[in-house]
């Protein structure tokens, strides 16, 4: 039995190639992902290693309170208790804060400024220099070597960075640094100083680490316990290792999201090769009928053909396994040296192959590859022995099980009940969880009914290529409902890829779309003038005089002055805020719900719409608000605004009462509207005259911060659908097999049409069309799905977030299903057509 | 030995005229050197036109290759072939399939419709292929003559055996071809079914002026031709007008010994 079961996959060997590249494909995938992921981790570990072998000691700032704005930091005087505490040959304090350099043009660099770190000096020291020199004077500055690239400086430039209070101060840049593992750092870009120096420039009140080298033969933990001591009990002190081990976990935890990612990727490529796999072995198995039945009548059990069936699929398994394994480090590699080519903020490591991966990755292969072949297995088993002497196989017919059927509509009210529900729960991550169960359900009781639906399906996406291309076209629709249940394997299979990316697009175009509706409403003018953020998004100010130049320039018309502050009211901070006194009415005009604007005057205020729910507040009443400098201020409220256009403060008062409540403070924003008949690119410029003298302050237009969201969708649609493109070869490979053994399986009836004067031509084009219907039967279904349950993720987020199908890019997909399907025919067709029609006819 | 080119297809050839298929010094290897089998050995036969001519032999006569050979199925190793005055022999494929579609018809053993299609499609299956309209008088016609008209919209499936091949009669009638190729027709029949089929055939030679070549083994059906044929090891080696099936079997007996 074993014997004529290896003969047999010996003579089949070119049949199971396809599925043998499906798996390798799918455990190749998932082996890249623990290899990259593993090189990474291993990198960051290397380094987070190598920096915490060089402190024996840390003080750690204490736990955050939850009132505080800012983040804890240890006071500037415990550094000099703990540089004498008995044992510590050397103590310095980590500095990190805010300084933002000024680039080429004049203006701060990024979005986000430049943070500012000290960097420590001797054993303690850090940094990893990759060019020049660490700081050692107050004047001397070195600077991340990816900002020194984008930006265009190098050694020996002298750099311009602004202090805390936005002053100038200037430095000589002595050497690049490396920022390794911190993401934060890299992202934003980090100039490196003298601890005094960096205090000075961020005005940190405090360090955010002390590193601690201990004297010689100084235990680590007698000095922690002696730092400790002398830090006082505030402030958690740990040795080298726990802070290694701390930042290798909070590092482990961003590879691990990682890592989980790719691998969710992984599986569904995994997937999609069972289908392929389940749908190769029944098709051989079908095929084998006769020659199983003949094992049947020499008197082999049912049980000695399953087990024939399923050692096959073992072989197979195991084999594609194998190379996959190879493939997958060859891929992680790969991955890596790009990584490595764009100069990401990940350190790889050396390549390894952990033990799990060589036992998880194939292993996951091998049993997908032998559950998979089970069902076709079982399939084998009722082969009747009087099969064996029969002259001709049946046509298989295919009628609808009720269990089936049954099953399929209990799944899909499962499934359709199941997202109802996590819609209906609201906005969030559960119910989005909910409804990827739900769709998986309704996925699952697609996969059941396929037979069913491919025949109608099939028929209409054949009707078109039926009319256009005479005996192939009508033949080949004929012969892509003939087998429903092969159909719908094959087709299903490059559904779930298809599916996943319309769901993609659906939700990107959708939050495209939320996005721009909100721009809409936050752009209301030309220009936006604000000033660059600095930590956590707290509203940074620009001065007054830009506002007063640009009323002085020709080309701009009106200059709305957006100004806020804070003040309690109910002991609860609420926001005070002001607009230009002209624009409020004019230029901006929010809709007023109850009251009248116009009678907005000293004393009296304006209330959001939003805030009248929640402080139960309304027109007529009288609120009391205690400003910062502790004056208690009753304001009438004359109105209830509401605007889609802009966000209105809690109270909005007349430009006067502002100013005597709050002082002449700084501009929050400044809007800008160019003056009738001027272009765009000359408001542009005298806008960007204006804010020069201002390092700080950005000015953005609504166009340019579109773009921005734009490449950024586009950028996470590109990485998605490169990902699923894995799954869509899959199933490419998987049409290819089908329509491969179909040709076989149909060799005389090739023969017979050639016969009877059918070009060989015809006969591949017939193969084509068939594989297109295959395609596109797959692609609507994938599409349907894909755009239903796009629809369900929308609604369970923000509630306002609209639904779009991306139209173009659905036909995009559904044409590019229907070619791939027609590239997967090629080689079959091909081999279909060069077959002799004496050969064919004569074989019995 | 001439191999005739393409260009040559049209030019007729008055002494094959009477002649719907004829070859001359037609010879087939299979292989090469040692392993090298020849399967005709040098066949000189014509098969005029408005007959039914049956190709008997033993078995590895080479009766088969014969009829592949001149149905250009096969390509010969040497020697020439006339279907109607066309060369056949030197077609490239696409001219070949051409030549199929236009002047001849086949009818095989077994496995011989497309499951797909019903019996009606079937039949109309040249005509679809090489885009030629139906004539519907000869359609009645020829489906009243293989008595199917109650069968049309039935798919293979649910036809007998005997249905099956009578469909296969039909189609290769529709076409009014120059020649139909049989191939053991009747092989996977029983005797009634076969009979009927042979009727048929030979009702079509006599009353459409059909031409057919039919290769069998087996006499009962040879006595259906006007004429057959005999072929030995490669060679034609003798033949029979007006047989019985007692004389066919003679003859075979002979040929055996």
């Known amino acids: 039995m074993l014997k004529a079961t290896l003969a047999g996959l010996r003579a089949h060997r070119l049949r199971l190639l396809l599925t043998s590249v499906a798996i390798a494909l799918g455990v190749g995938f998932?082996?890249?992902?623990?290899?990259?992921?593993?090189?990474?981790?291993?990198?960051?570990?290397?380094?987070?290693?190598?920096?915490?072998?060089?402190?024996?000691?840390?003080?750690?700032?204490?736990?955050?309170?939850?009132?505080?704005?800012?983040?804890?930091?240890?006071?500037?005087?415990?550094?000099?208790?703990?540089?004498?505490?008995?044992?510590v040959a050397d103590a310095q304090g980590l500095v990190s804060g805010v300084a933002p350099l000024i680039g080429k043009d004049g203006k701060a660099v990024g979005s986000t400024a430049t943070a500012a770190i000290s960097i420590s000096t001797g054993r303690l020291d850090r940094t990893v220099i990759v060019a020049g020199a660490p700081p050692a004077a107050a004047d001397e500055a070195v600077m991340d070597d990816?900002?020194?690239?984008?930006?265009?400086?190098?050694?020996?430039?002298?750099?311009?960075?602004?202090?805390?209070?936005?002053?100038?101060?200037?430095?000589?840049?002595?050497?690049?640094?490396?920022?390794?593992?911190?993401?934060?750092?890299?992202?934003?870009?980090?100039?490196?100083?003298t601890a005094d120096t960096a205090l000075r420039m961020t005005g940190a009140k405090g360090y955010q680490e002390i590193d601690v080298a201990a004297a010689q033969g100084v235990p680590a933990e007698r000095l922690r316990q002696a730092v400790q001591a002398a830090a006082g009990t505030a402030y958690p002190?740990?040795?080298?290792?726990?802070?290694?081990?701390?930042?290798?976990?909070?590092?482990?935890?961003?590879?691990?999201?990682?890592?989980?990612?790719?691998?969710?990727?992984?599986?569904?490529?995994?997937?999609?090769?069972?289908?392929?796999?389940?749908?190769?072995?029944?098709?051989?198995?079908?095929?084998?009928?006769?020659?199983?039945?003949?094992?049947?009548?020499?008197?082999?059990?049912?049980?000695?053909?399953?087990?024939?069936?399923?050692?096959?699929?073992?072989?197979?398994?195991?084999?594609?396994?194998?190379?996959?394994?190879?493939?997958?480090?060859?891929?992680?590699?790969?991955?890596?040296?790009?990584?490595?080519?764009?100069?990401?903020?990940?350190?790889?490591?050396?390549?390894?192959?952990?033990?799990?991966?060589?036992?998880?990755?194939?292993?996951?292969?091998?049993?997908?590859?032998?559950v998979a072949a089970t069902l076709p297995a079982r399939a084998a088993t009722k082969a009747r022995p009087i099969?064996?002497?029969?002259?001709?196989?049946?046509?298989?017919?295919?009628?609808?099980?009720?269990?089936?059927?049954?099953?399929?509509?209990?799944?899909?009210?499962?499934?359709?009940?199941?997202?109802?529900?996590?819609?209906?729960?609201?906005?969030?991550?559960?119910?989005?969880?909910?409804?990827?169960?739900?769709?998986?359900?309704?996925?699952?009781?697609?996969?059941?009914v396929g037979p069913v639906i491919v025949r109608p399906l099939s028929a209409f996406t054949g009707a078109l290529p039926r009319r256009l291309f005479g005996v192939p076209g009508r033949l080949a629709v004929d012969n892509s409902r003939r087998n429903p249940r092969r159909s719908a394997t094959t087709t299903i299979a490059l559904t779930v890829g298809v599916g996943l990316m319309t769901l993609i697009s659906v939700v990107t175009a959708s939050s495209r779309a939320y996005l721009n509706d909100r721009l809409d409403q936050e752009f209301p003018v030309d220009f936006q003038i604000s000033a660059q953020r600095r930590d956590g998004g707290l509203d940074e100010q620009v001065p007054r005089a830009l506002a007063a130049d640009l009323r002085n320039r020709p080309e701009i018309g009106q200059v709305i002055e957006v100004r806020r502050a804070d003040a309690r009211f109910n002991g609860r901070p609420e926001e005070i805020g002001m607009m230009s006194a002209a624009a409020l009415g004019t230029a901006v005009r929010p809709e007023t719900t109850a009251g009248d604007l116009d009678r907005l005057a000293p004393g009296t205020a304006a209330l959001s719409g939003n805030a009248a729910d929640s402080l139960g507040l309304g027109v007529g009443d009288t609120a009391t608000v205690r400003t910062p400098g502790g004056r208690s201020v009753d304001l009438r409220i004359v109105a209830v605004i509401q605007s889609e256009m802009l966000y209105l403060p809690t109270f909005t008062v007349p430009e006067a009462s502002f100013t005597e409540y709050f002082g002449e403070i700084d501009d929050i924003q400044i809007l800008v509207q160019a003056k009738e008949g001027v272009t765009v690119a000359a408001a542009r410029q005298a806008v960007e005259a204006a804010a020069r003298p201002y390092p700080t302050a950005q000015v953005l237009s609504a166009a340019e911060v579109r773009a921005e969201y734009d490449s950024a969708m586009d950028m996470l649609l590109l990485i998605v659908a490169g990902l699923l493109a894995l799954a869509v070869i899959i199933s490419l490979l998987g049409i290819a097999n089908t329509l491969a053994l179909s040709a076989h399986e149909r060799t005389r009836e090739s023969a017979l049409l050639r016969a009877l004067g059918l070009e060989r031509s015809r006969l591949r084009q017939m193969l084509s069309i068939e594989a297109l219907i295959l395609g596109l039967v797959g692609a609507l279904v994938g599409v349907t799905l894909g755009i239903v349950f796009g629809w369900a993720v929308v609604l369970t987020q923000a509630s306002d977030v609209p639904f779009v199908v991306p139209v173009a890019q659905v036909l995009l997909l559904i044409a590019a299903s229907g070619l791939a399907g027609v590239i997967a025919a090629v080689l079959p067709a091909r081999r279909a057509a060069r077959g002799s029609i004496v050969a064919a006819i004569a074989s019995g | 030995m001439t191999i005739t080119g393409a260009g040559h297809r049209l030019v007729g050839n008055p002494a094959q005229e009477r002649f719907a298929v004829s070859a001359r010094g037609l010879t087939k290897v299979y292989g090469a050197g040692d392993a090298a089998v020849r399967a005709l050995g040098g066949v000189d036969?014509?098969?005029?036109?408005?007959?039914?001519?049956?190709?008997?032999?033993?078995?590895?006569?080479?009766?088969?290759?014969?009829?592949?050979?001149?149905?250009?199925?096969?390509?010969?190793?040497?020697?020439?072939?006339?279907?109607?005055?066309?060369?056949?022999?030197?077609?490239?494929?696409?001219?070949?399939?051409?030549?199929?579609?236009?002047?001849?018809?086949?009818?095989?053993?077994?496995?011989?419709?497309?499951?797909?299609?019903?019996?009606?499609?079937n039949i109309l299956l040249p005509l679809d292929i090489a885009g030629r309209q139906v004539d519907q008088d000869l359609f009645d016609q020829v489906v009243d003559t293989v008595g199917l008209r109650d069968r049309l919209g039935h798919r293979p499936s649910q036809l007998s055996g005997g249905q099956q091949q009578r469909v296969a009669v039909a189609r290769a009638l529709i076409g009014k071809p120059h020649v139909i190729f049989a191939d053991e027709p009747t092989g996977n029949?029983?005797?009634?079914?076969?009979?009927?089929?042979?009727?048929?055939l030979r009702t079509s030679v006599r009353e459409l002026g059909q031409t057919i070549v039919m290769v069998t083994h087996d006499p009962v059906a040879a006595s259906y031709a006007d004429r057959v044929v005999f072929l030995r090891d490669g060679l034609l080696v003798t033949e029979l007008y007006r047989p019985t099936p007692q004389s066919v079997l003679d003859t075979l007996v002979k040929l055996e010994a």
């Open chain 2, 189 to 200: 029949l029983d005797s009634r079914s076969g009979a009927e089929v042979l009727s048929f």
């Open chain 1, 146 to 193: 990816s900002t020194a690239a984008t930006r265009g400086f190098a050694v020996g430039d002298t750099i311009t960075v602004l202090d805390h209070r936005d002053r100038r101060h200037t430095f000589r840049l002595v050497g690049l640094m490396d920022v390794g593992v911190q993401q934060e750092l890299a992202f934003r870009g980090a100039v490196g100083l």
């Open chain 2, 45 to 121: 036969v014509a098969f005029a036109a408005g007959h039914f001519t049956a190709i008997m032999g033993p078995s590895g006569s080479g009766k088969s290759t014969l009829m592949h050979c001149l149905a250009g199925l096969d390509a010969v190793t040497s020697g020439e072939v006339h279907i109607g005055d066309v060369e056949i022999t030197g077609l490239n494929d696409r001219q070949l399939t051409r030549l199929r579609r236009e002047r001849v018809g086949f009818i095989f053993q077994a496995f011989n419709l497309l499951p797909t299609l019903t019996a009606e499609q």
């Open chain 1, 237 to 370: 002190v740990v040795t080298g290792e726990e802070l290694a081990a701390r930042l290798a976990r909070d590092n482990g935890v961003d590879i691990r999201i990682l890592s989980t990612m790719l691998l969710a990727f992984g599986l569904v490529a995994l997937l999609v090769a069972a289908l392929v796999i389940y749908n190769t072995f029944n098709i051989l198995v079908a095929q084998r009928v006769r020659e199983l039945a003949l094992l049947r009548c020499i008197g082999a059990s049912r049980g000695q053909v399953f087990g024939s069936v399923v050692l096959e699929a073992v072989v197979v398994g195991a084999i594609a396994s194998l190379a996959g394994l190879l493939l997958g480090y060859g891929l992680g590699a790969a991955a890596l040296a790009v990584f490595e080519r764009l100069n990401l903020p990940l350190p790889p490591g050396s390549l390894t192959l952990e033990p799990r991966t060589m036992v998880l990755a194939p292993l996951t292969g091998l049993l997908v590859t032998v």
């Open chain 1, 30 to 87: 998932i082996t890249g992902t623990f290899v990259l992921t593993d090189a990474l981790e291993a990198g960051v570990n290397q380094r987070i290693a190598a920096d915490a072998d060089k402190v024996d000691v840390a003080v750690r700032p204490p736990k955050a309170n939850a009132d505080a704005e800012d983040r804890p930091v240890i006071p500037l005087g415990v550094l000099e208790k703990v540089r004498s505490a008995p044992g």
């Open chain 1, 387 to 448: 099969a064996a002497l029969g002259a001709r196989t049946e046509e298989p017919t295919y009628r609808a099980g009720r269990l089936m059927i049954v099953s399929a509509v209990l799944l899909t009210l499962l499934g359709g009940g199941l997202t109802a529900y996590g819609i209906s729960t609201g906005p969030g991550e559960g119910p989005l969880m909910i409804v990827a169960a739900g769709g998986t359900l309704v996925f699952l009781a697609v996969l059941i």
